[in-house]
């Protein structure tokens, strides 16, 4: 090398010296950003990196050689004094002061990343800490500054008062154990409001700057674990800084999802203002993080365990519950942000718990999340979860887990026809590549262009359709769920959600699956343990079916007609109002399906004898009972246009034979050959005018004018929604008839049954008259 080379080799070396000693006054300044401090260590580790392995593996070969020295020694109480001037030897040597050096640096470093955003911000014209800043003084029209510095004796007096009330506060804690109690009760109330004061004074910095006071986060948190808190108020400090620091990180979370950037994003030129907003999102879901572990770790409690029972009035059960309910508010608040797939996967394991407060509170923020779920993507992974812990456990869940599949706002899934054009336009594209030969340049040019046009449309609509994606996802998982539960507990309390549910989604189902899921809900409804609600889901979920794609199934439905049939007299039976509510919902539901909507595939002589037992089980339920089953029968008679001849009384009839209200077939029942004038007669002495104005329009046969019309409002309406009216307004009326009923029965000595009413109803109807 020529001595030019020299030179500039000297130079390099001596710029590279000036460099480092710069940056390593800058950082014992504390003016060096984070990711230079990170860029400076890199450099440094991989610099050390070689004589850092070279001293390692020199400590481990005389490690590995006095092990095998001891092993050989016979007697191990004598050391050799060779052996001992080794070890002074060694701990002396320039390779054990090398690792111990490059470890205190390296600990150095982490340190000073750990508490950069602790240390005292330095802005351009602002005093240093030794300069005491004096009030202005005007000179010739021009004011100037004055300052005064501080001795050093009174800055490091200060400084170690500092030190000291650090010391004591990590270190001690004021002994109040000489108090008396009433003392005490006043200390604790003091406390309690200084630890007030100081975390409203943090939540207030944070949402007035939250990008300049992050570092409050951490005083926060370490509130929320009981750190530098006094045992006497621990416990309420606790609690108070858990449920400020939820709503501090609901009300400073962005709106978008925080994405972490990559090595060569970080080694990027950025704006000032891009990297302070770098930073503050960094340091932002660092300390969310920590924060999530701290309520995982106090939730985990409430799992179950074997012989493990918490008592609900512990302060551990207590702040379980705060966390729980706070990774609920988090999750509805805040789903779009980071870590929310995480939350949703703990409630969904939280959901297992043996306390119901915990189960009902899981579920209840599942259920809003999957409500307010727009694109899908959380309804996807929840229903992902359940399935897993559905199988994991067994079965053995809460039915109100599977009862939040019910809120997911799921409307269509892809069946495969998407999958299906594009497979059938690949291979009309290879067809025409076989025919290139036969057709002539121009037109198979012309051909292939529309050929491709089609693909790129079919390719655009497969790329938008995410949702359609999750929502297919998420039924998946969801049928699976409900097939097992029907597979493996048919008699478990999982049943009602699980044919509830199948009643929602039936119309989602794949063809292929149709002919199986109608005979395992065939199956169902002829066990006898079967509540009356679950038997209306499985029949509802069967004419969804039926009435969708599943048309052309070759299914006689003629043994669900006569299940529903036989559970209408079971209906008013229910001593809960609102359960019967919902079975007289669900009942008008599928009876809209299987009378109005297959009025092509259902007899005259059927409808007529659904049309008898509906007026009959009118005369022992609520008004607002009456006013929906009314409704739903107007609805028959105009779908059915012949069956007016049951309003005509004293006519001859089509049927032959009498009526047999005991016959629990509606085919040959011979409904048909009575009238319900009678009944409509009655129903117009009720107390409620609007069942009354209902009857005689019913009596009068369905005019649209005169005294006996109803009004737009009233005939619009389905039959259902004023179930769901009369529920809303609690509305919890007592049956009109049932008094006169009841002591009809007395007289005759009859026990009014479900098996019996029919009859001695149409007994007591003509006492009325």
């Known amino acids: 090398m020529g001595s030019g080379g020299k030179q500039l080799a000297h130079t390099k070396r001596r710029q590279t010296k000036k460099a480092i000693q710069k940056l390593k006054n800058l950082r014992k300044k504390g003016k060096l950003k984070r990711h230079v401090i990170n860029a400076y260590r890199e450099i440094n580790s991989k610099k050390h990196a070689g004589s850092r392995q070279k001293a390692t593996n020199i400590e481990e070969d005389w490690e590995h050689e006095r092990q095998v020295q001891l092993a050989n020694e016979e007697d191990d109480d004598i050391l050799p004094l060779d052996m001992l001037?080794?070890?002074?030897?060694?701990?002396?040597?320039?390779?054990?002061?090398?690792?111990?050096?490059?470890?205190?640096?390296?600990?150095g470093d982490a340190e000073a990343g750990d508490d950069l955003e602790l240390k005292k911000r330095r802005f351009d014209g602002e005093p240093a800490d030794d300069v005491h800043e004096l009030l202005p003084i005007k000179v010739e029209g021009k004011l100037l500054k004055?300052?005064?510095?501080?001795?050093?004796?009174?800055?490091?007096?200060?400084?170690?008062?500092?030190?000291?009330?650090g010391a004591k506060e990590k270190c001690e804690e004021e002994d109040y154990s000489n108090l008396s109690a009433l003392e005490l009760l006043k200390k604790r109330t003091e406390l309690i409001e200084a630890a007030k004061l100081e975390i409203s004074g943090c939540a207030y910095a944070l949402l007035a700057q939250p990008q300049q006071e992050t570092h409050k986060l951490r005083t926060l948190l370490r509130m929320c674990k009981g750190e530098e808190v006094h045992s006497l108020v621990r416990e309420s400090v606790q609690k108070l800084a858990t449920a400020s620091l939820v709503q501090v990180f609901v009300d400073i979370i962005p709106g978008y999802a925080i994405r972490s950037l990559s090595e060569d994003e970080r080694s990027q030129k950025m704006k000032k203002e891009t990297r302070k907003l770098q930073e503050f999102e960094s340091t932002l879901l660092r300390y969310y993080s920590k924060f999530l572990q701290f309520l995982e770790k106090n939730v985990t409690k409430l799992l179950p365990k074997?012989?493990?029972?918490?008592?609900?009035?512990?302060?551990?059960y207590t702040l379980a519950m705060l966390s729980l309910r706070s990774l609920s508010k988090l999750l509805i608040s805040a789903s779009h942000f980071n870590f929310s797939t995480n939350i949703t996967s703990l409630l969904v394991r939280l959901a297992t718990s043996k306390y119901e407060t915990v189960i009902e509170e899981c579920c209840e923020a599942l259920s809003q999340l999957f409500a307010a779920d727009v694109s899908l993507r959380h309804s996807a992974y929840g229903a992902r979860a359940i399935a897993?812990?559905?199988?994991?456990?067994?079965?053995?869940?809460s039915p109100k887990l599977l009862s939040t599949f019910l809120r997911m706002n799921i409307k269509e899934v892809d069946k495969g026809g998407r999958g299906k054009e594009k497979r059938r336009l690949l291979g009309k594209r290879i067809q025409l590549a076989k025919e290139r030969q036969s057709k002539s340049k121009a037109k198979y040019a012309k051909q292939l262009k529309k050929l491709e046009e089609d693909l790129k449309e079919v390719e655009a609509a497969e790329s938008l359709s995410t949702k359609l994606k999750y929502a297919t996802e998420a039924m998946k998982h969801i049928f699976v769920t409900y097939f097992r539960v029907i597979?493996?507990?048919?008699?478990?309390?999982?049943?009602?959600?699980?044919?509830?549910?199948?009643?929602?989604f039936a119309h989602l189902l794949n063809v292929e699956f149709f002919d199986d899921i109608i005979s395992a809900l065939q199956s169902l409804i002829e066990q006898q343990h079967m509540r009356v609600l679950d038997s209306l889901h499985c029949v509802h979920a069967a004419f969804v079916i039926l009435s969708g794609e599943g048309v052309a199934i070759n299914v006689d439905p003629f043994r669900f007609y006569k299940s529903v049939y036989r559970l209408m007299t079971n209906v008013p039976f229910e001593k809960r109002p609102e359960l019967r509510d919902r079975e007289i919902s669900v009942m008008l539901r599928t009876l809209d399906m299987?009378?109005?909507?297959?009025?092509?595939q259902v007899s005259l002589c059927r409808v007529a004898a659904f049309v008898k037992r509906l007026l009959i089980i009118c005369f022992i339920l609520p008004s607002h009972c009456v006013v929906a089953i009314l409704a739903g029968i107007r609805t028959f008679f105009v779908s059915h246009p012949r069956l007016s001849s049951m309003l005509e009384s004293g006519e001859e009839v089509a049927a032959s034979g009498l009526f047999k209200p005991d016959v629990d077939d509606p085919d040959c029942?011979?409904?048909l050959s009575s009238a319900v004038t009678s009944e409509l007669s009655v129903l117009c002495k009720h107390s409620d005018p609007l069942v009354v104005q209902l009857a005689k329009h019913l009596r009068a046969g369905l005019p649209s004018s005169g005294a006996a019309h109803i009004s737009a409002e009233i005939s619009t309406r389905k039959p259902y929604e004023w179930?769901?009216?009369?529920?809303?307004?609690?509305?919890?009326?007592?049956?009109?008839?049932?008094?006169?009923?009841s002591l009809y029965c007395k007289k005759r000595k009859v026990q009014l049954s479900s098996k019996n009413m029919q009859m001695v109803l149409n007994d007591w109807l003509i006492t009325m008259l």
Request: with cysteine; glycine share 2%; charged share 40%.
């Open 85 to 107: 001037d080794a070890d002074i030897d060694w701990e002396r040597s320039a390779f054990a002061n090398k690792i111990a050096r490059l470890r205190h640096e390296e600990e």
């Open 146 to 165: 004055r300052s005064r510095k501080i001795s050093e004796g009174s800055l490091n007096h200060e400084e170690d008062e500092e030190v000291e009330d």
């Open 306 to 316: 074997k012989n493990a029972v918490l008592e609900e009035n512990t302060f551990t």
């Open 388 to 397: 897993a812990i559905v199988n994991e456990k067994k079965c053995d869940v």
């Open 487 to 504: 597979k493996h507990m048919p008699r478990s309390a999982l049943l009602e959600p699980v044919l509830e549910g199948l009643s929602k």
């Open 594 to 600: 299987m009378i109005n909507l297959r009025r092509k």
């Open 669 to 671: 029942c011979n409904a």
């Open 723 to 741: 179930i769901e009216r009369c529920r809303k307004q609690e509305i919890n009326d007592e049956p009109y008839f049932y008094e006169r009923i």
